[in-house]
Each structure stands twice: as C-alpha cells, then as structure tokens.
C-alpha cells in the first residue's frame, strides 16, 4: 500500500512554465484539482506527501504549508538521496512510495520508488522507465490523475470519495 507521495513541481505540479513579473517575481500556475487531491490525501486520508524540487520558490513553499504537504525539499539535484532520507525519517520502505517527475532529474528517485508515474508532457526518457504515463500533462491533473490510481489500485477509492460527502 503506498503511504507516502514524492512531487516534482515544474512540469508535474505545473505546466513547466515560469514567468517574471516586470518587477523581478516570479509566477507559476498551480491545477486546483492537483490541489484537492493532494488535500484529500494528506488531511482527509492521512497518508504523507513530500515535495523534491531542484528550483527554489516562495510560491512553491507557500503551495505546500496550503496543501498541508509535511516535506519540501527544494534546490536540490539529488533526489533519490533526499527521498531516502524522507524514507528512514517516516520508517517507511521504497515499495510504499509512488512519485511523479517529468524530467532526467527525478530518473534516479522514479527508478527506486515502487510506483512511478510522469505527466503526459514528460520527457521520453522519463516515459520509458515509469509504471504509469498519465493521459494529462502536467500543471493539469497529472496529479490528480495519479493519487487517482493510487486509491484505486490500494482499494480505498470509497473512502477517498467518502473525505468529502
């Protein structure tokens, strides 16, 4: 049963975009049915979610405390050391963890997760290594779409329905 989730942000959490402002900050869209899930996971379900980003973001720190997320980790190029981390932390093993990643840099930490999943929009390397390809990119339900198969394939989709009636 996966008790933990593992995010990427640019091109999974969001489109992959950034845009500046003229005054120098920096936007980044967020998918509100990305979010619900996410919320529906770690507050209703009580399950863990962690954020591992190699970019460093206000926005992105500000998106997880909103989404209640308990680990973020961003600036970081070495993601499958700092999942481990998270792992021994949590006392939880690999084939507990699903994580979602778009490009070469979460390849190390998808390859050792026990269900790994890429956004439509994923890199072609990243496709041919994961469990799952989801039929939406990412910044638009490609996580959702994931915690989706999850519930489903762990057999708690009732009680993921149920967090909200």
């Known amino acids: 049963m996966i008790e933990l989730i593992v995010l990427d942000v640019d091109g999974t959490l969001?489109?992959?975009?950034?845009?500046?402002s003229n005054s120098g900050?920096?936007?980044k869209t967020f998918d509100v049915s990305d979010g619900l899930a996410i919320a529906t996971w770690t507050k209703k379900l009580g399950k863990k979610a962690a954020i591992i980003t190699g970019r460093t973001s206000l926005i992105v720190e500000r998106r997880a405390k909103d989404l209640k997320i308990e680990h973020l980790y961003q600036g970081t190029h070495k993601k499958a050391e700092v999942l481990?981390?998270?792992?021994?932390?949590?006392?939880?093993?690999?084939?507990q963890v699903a994580a979602i990643g778009d490009d070469l840099n979460d390849y190390k930490m998808l390859k050792k997760?026990?269900?790994?999943?890429?956004?439509?929009n994923g890199s072609k390397y990243i496709k041919d290594?994961?469990?799952?390809?989801?039929?939406?990119?990412?910044?638009?339900?490609?996580?959702?779409?994931?915690i989706e198969y999850i519930i489903k394939e762990d057999g708690i989709e009732e009680d993921f329905i149920k967090a909200w009636l």
């Open 113 to 120: 997760a026990g269900l790994s999943f890429t956004p439509s």
């Open 14 to 20: 969001t489109d992959g975009g950034i845009t500046y």
């Open 84 to 95: 481990e981390n998270i792992l021994k932390e949590e006392g939880l093993s690999w084939h």
């Open 25 to 27: 900050d920096e936007l």
């Open 129 to 146: 290594i994961v469990n799952v390809k989801c039929s939406a990119s990412g910044g638009n339900g490609a996580v959702r779409e994931m």
